[in-house]
């Protein structure tokens, strides 16, 4: 019994200072403040941004990911959209929208900013939306509420 004590003390001590020295790396690394995080290029934020969801949290980061796109159903005209196209009625569309929606934001989230596969899937995700768009089903600024949802949630939920 001591001794699975001490092995699991053990594990847990080296994974802690794994974890900070990884921490630490990336802080030496890109040594932002508040004031400075301006000149932050698009490639460094995905690469701390990767390591909160790949290695720290990725548990968290991808519960707060479905659960922002749940947040949307809240939006009146989102939810007045999805009742009239019936998305959310049938089990079979309404899973195959969350599992598509899930494919298309982990490429986004997920794969470098300017790789074919990222790209391809903001693509994606803008040609599915474009025709509620064009006809003012869906408004632009609920696109924008919605999109900073994907970006806010996971923040938020790591807090």
Known sequence: MFAIIVTVAAYLIV???????RANSL???????????AHMTLEEAFEIQSSLAELEFPFTF???IFF??????????????????????????SS???????????????????SSRNLDAIARMN????????????????MLHTLSLFVLEPVRWTE
């Open 127 to 142: 040609w599915l939306h474009d025709r509620y768009r064009r006809a003012g089903k869906i408004k632009d600024g609920d």
């Open 96 to 114: 195959k929208r969350a599992a598509d929606t899930g494919v298309l934001l982990t490429e986004i989230v997920l794969t470098k900013p300017n």
């Open 68 to 93: 922002a796109l749940f947040k949307t159903y809240g939006i009146p005209s989102i939810s007045k959209l999805l009742v009239a196209t019936g998305e959310l009625a049938n089990p079979n569309s």
């Open 62 to 64: 991808s519960t707060s």
């Open 27 to 37: 802080s030496r690394k890109y040594p932002y403040d508040r004031e400075s995080l």
């Open 15 to 21: 994974v802690q200072k794994l974890r900070f020295l």
